[in-house]
């Protein structure tokens, strides 16, 4: 399993930012996949889930209406688009999904905030 993050980069505050995660080695639409980030000096929080079909999404509620989670299963590839955005979001985000009872993780990207 391999999961790869891009899309960060240096955004000001209101502006807006698409991540995506590539993926490989399992069987993408079988799979929930969730999107964490996590802040200078914080724990790695959740940002959001898609289900494996892409028909249901669930989001933190410091993010729920800014952010958007969507998947395209042709293209084995996950996206987070990001609206609004706050300094409180400068993180690095990650994509995951637990395999066989095993999570992985991408490298992250990094999202900055600032003006």
């Known amino acids: 399993v391999q999961l790869a993050e891009s899309g960060g980069g240096l955004v000001q505050p209101g502006g807006s930012l698409r991540l995506r995660c590539a993926t490989s080695?399992?069987?993408?639409?079988?799979?929930?996949m969730s999107w964490f980030r996590q802040a200078p000096g914080k724990e790695r929080e959740l940002v959001g889930a898609?289900?494996?079909?892409?028909?249901?999404?669930s989001y933190a509620d410091s993010v729920r209406g800014r952010f958007t989670i969507s998947r395209d299963n042709a293209k084995n590839t996950l996206y987070l688009q990001i609206n609004d955005l706050k300094s409180e979001d400068t993180a690095v985000y990650y994509c995951?999904?637990?395999?066989?009872?095993?999570?992985?993780w991408g490298q992250g990207t990094q999202v900055t905030v600032s003006s």
């Open positions: 080695g399992f069987t993408f639409s079988k799979y929930p």
């Open positions: 898609i289900a494996g079909n892409g028909g249901g999404t």
């Open positions: 995951t999904v637990a395999v066989e009872n095993t999570r992985f």
